[in-house]
């Protein structure tokens, strides 16, 4: 059984930390590498970094940002946003990253999920969807771009397309719940586990420690993201692991 993983997700932007809600207005939340050094001490188990400037993105942007963090963090780094091509996950890999989360590339260009995961191994893709509740359709919608465009594929057909093409591992961010610590959406998550073999990470709307048990039990996801449960309260992955082994979940020892 596969040991739950807690991790603190960090928003770039012009490169300070930002906490969008609703993948909207962005508030600054610090200093990405400050964080990072923090969490470190915190024993989150991993981290993910995400370009979220709406501005053009690139990966090569990240590289000054994944050599300061590893100076001072110890544990596996996942970067994303603006990979637009096996070579720009390369780029990144090389240069120190664990794992490339990729999202937009995803819909239209599936061989780089092939080809990362065929010269890093699967364990360094990180595919991440953007979904949020269409109530006329009674669907989910899947948004590329930081949420600005809308891609015509299903949540499932997603899903599977992205573990067939390689992906290692699923990330899945409900928009509706992006920011606004009310809890996760816990039908997308139990849609996306359903669909798919692969570990699934959820992540929008972490607010309490409540939220992450009832995530973990309802939905039996393998790790949860957090943003604003880190950024807005006085929370930490240190206190939310204690909380959560504490109700019989099981944390790799750090």
């Known amino acids: 059984m596969l040991k739950k993983r807690i991790i603190p997700m960090l928003l770039l932007a012009e490169g300070r930390l930002v906490k969008p809600v609703r993948f909207g207005e962005w508030r600054d939340v610090g200093d990405p590498v400050k964080s990072a050094a923090v969490y470190n001490s915190q024993f989150a188990d991993e981290l993910i970094f995400l370009n979220v400037s709406r501005s053009q993105r690139r990966a090569d942007e990240l590289a000054p940002l994944i050599h300061a963090v590893s100076k001072v963090c110890f544990m596996p780094m996942a970067m994303g946003g603006g990979i637009a091509s096996a070579e720009d996950a390369a780029f990144l890999i090389l240069n120190g990253a664990d794992k490339v989360v990729v999202n937009s590339a995803a819909y239209h260009l599936p061989q780089v999920i092939r080809d990362t995961a065929e010269r890093f191994g699967a364990q360094a893709v990180v595919v991440c969807i953007d979904a ?123």
């Open 132 to 254: 949020a509740w269409d109530a006329r359709a009674s669907a989910y919608r899947l948004y590329s771009d930081c949420g600005r465009r809308v891609e015509p594929a299903t949540l499932e057909e997603h899903v599977q397309r992205c573990e067939q093409a390689g992906a290692g591992e699923i990330m899945v961010q409900s928009i509706d719940r992006d920011g606004s610590m009310q809890g996760f959406d816990l039908e997308l998550l139990r849609r996306v586990m359903r669909a798919t073999t692969l570990p699934v990470i959820g992540a929008g709307g972490s607010g309490n420690y409540e939220h992450l048990r009832q995530a973990f039990v309802d939905t039996d996801v393998s790790a949860l993201a957090c943003g604003s449960l880190f950024n807005f309260s006085d929370s930490n992955p240190m206190r939310a692991k204690a909380f959560l082994t504490n109700h019989g979940l099981r944390f790799k020892v750090v």
